[in-house]
């Protein structure tokens, strides 16, 4: 798990020593109640990771939130975290009947917007520099934006 944590300390750090990110990640609770996943290459080296939290339903849809989207420093830019999203989301999709995805993102939007996800209305963001996004089928977007605006999702 280090290798994965490490993949996130230049962005999440906040200027903490190795030692003692290291340490904040192994103790955290968010991190724990999520399920980690990885992209790997053939010989087993890390390209990126995305931890998965199983929500309460939204709209009475079966709801997975992604987080923690990560790639070495070495290996940004070249689509390994658009693979993992993707691939991950059809397995959920497909095994877990999910049918809404969440994220925060705390990156450029366009990045997320190009796997299909759309920003959340501005009533329901409250976190700050991350923006709340949700992905889901277009004849359920309307569904979702009402269930959303009721019961703004929390921040996992």
Do not use: N
């Not at 290798?3 to 200027?15: S, T």
């Not at 996004?133 to 999702?153: G, K, T, V």
């Amino acid at each position: 798990m280090e290798a994965v944590y490490l993949m996130g300390r230049d962005v999440w750090g906040d200027g903490c020593t190795k030692t003692e990110y290291l340490r904040q990640c192994r103790e955290s609770r968010k991190y724990r109640r999520g399920r980690w996943h990885v992209l790997a290459d053939s010989d087993g080296a890390l390209m990126c990771s995305v931890i998965a939290y199983l929500l309460p339903r939204l709209a009475g849809r079966v709801t997975l939130g992604l987080g923690s989207v990560a790639t070495p420093l070495a290996l940004r830019g070249r689509g390994y975290a658009s693979q993992a999203l993707k691939c991950l989301m059809s397995g959920y999709r497909q095994y877990c009947r999910v049918e809404v995805f969440l994220l925060f993102a705390d990156i450029e939007l366009r990045f997320y917007q190009r796997l299909g996800f759309m920003p959340l209305p501005e009533a329901v963001q409250s976190y700050g520099d991350a923006v709340g996004m949700a992905y889901c089928a277009p004849d359920l977007w309307e569904e979702i934006l009402r269930a959303a605006a009721e019961q703004p999702p929390g921040y996992f």
